[in-house]
């Protein structure tokens, strides 16, 4: 009887060992996700912002550039403000475009938060709670 017992036991702590080591690999793969997903919004956010920015410098050019054409309608009466109303035209479509997506890209990667890895944290602790592997 005491042989039963021990290997019982010595079962018991292989068992025990087992569930340490697949709840410390299910954490550090959590982790990883977490990490990865953080990283990834973050750049989304970084990519938004520097096509914001972008598109705020095209428009300013284009806004200048409208006045001087404005300035130069008034000053000369034809082939400079005409060019200049082209060329702050073309730099206004530019940076529509520039504004539209880097606004997508900011609300894509904010916030910045894992809700795919706190999602599994979540599930894996209900399951290890509930006995389930």
Request: glycine content about 12%; charged content about 15%; proline content about 5%.
């Amino acid at each position: 009887m005491p042989t039963h017992a021990t290997s019982r036991s010595g079962g018991l702590a292989e068992a025990a060992r087992h569930v340490a080591e697949h709840a410390t690999t299910i954490a550090r793969l959590e982790l990883r996700l977490a990490a990865q997903e953080v990283k990834r919004k973050v750049v989304a956010l970084g990519v938004g912002i520097g096509l914001l920015l972008g598109a705020a410098l095209l428009g300013t050019v284009a806004l200048l550039l409208l006045l001087g054409a404005g300035v130069a309608g008034v000053a000369v009466a034809l082939p400079v403000w005409l060019s200049l109303l082209v060329v702050g035209g073309g730099l206004l479509l530019l940076a529509g475009p520039l504004a539209v997506v880097g606004l997508v890209l900011l609300k894509r990667g904010s916030p910045p938060l894992p809700e795919h890895a706190i999602a599994e944290a979540r599930l894996t602790r209900e399951a290890l709670r509930d006995g389930r592997h």
